[in-house]
Structures are given as structure tokens and as C-alpha cells.
């Protein structure tokens, strides 16, 4: 779990703060919200890229089919 916390302490996602011998960590708002931006972007550009490349094979399938028709 610490290692984990530590990962995201480095992103600057949560803060923490020394409370006696604990320490206590929230979520830092604003950087959750911008790597969730970055997220979407990123998921939006890989899915369409994805839909391309499916798209391009239904399409060579269907011309192969239509030749062997002919």
C-alpha cells in the first residue's frame, strides 16, 4: 500500500500530511481531474485508432468476399 501511496504522492494525485505517528492522505483535486482529462484523451485516440484498424479489416474482408464472387 505505501508504495503505492508513494506513486501517487510523486504524480502529485494525493497529499500527505504527518498527523502524530500517522500520516494522512488526500486527494489532491485538481491533479485528479487533470490526469483524468489526460486519461480520456489518451483512451479517446487509442479507441478511435482501434476502430480504424477494425474498420480497415471489415473492409478488406468484404472486398476479398466480393472477388471470389465474381
Do not use: C, N, P
Amino acid at each position: 500500500m505505501s508504495q503505492h501511496l508513494r506513486v501517487l504522492k510523486d504524480a502529485g494525485v494525493v497529499i500527505d500530511d504527518v498527523a502524530g505517528t500517522r500520516r494522512v492522505y488526500r486527494v489532491d483535486a485538481v491533479a485528479l481531474s487533470a490526469l483524468k482529462d489526460q486519461l480520456d484523451i489518451f483512451w479517446q485516440r487509442t479507441l478511435a485508432g482501434f476502430s480504424q484498424v477494425a474498420q480497415a479489416e471489415v473492409d478488406r474482408k468484404q472486398r476479398r468476399a466480393k472477388g471470389r464472387k465474381a
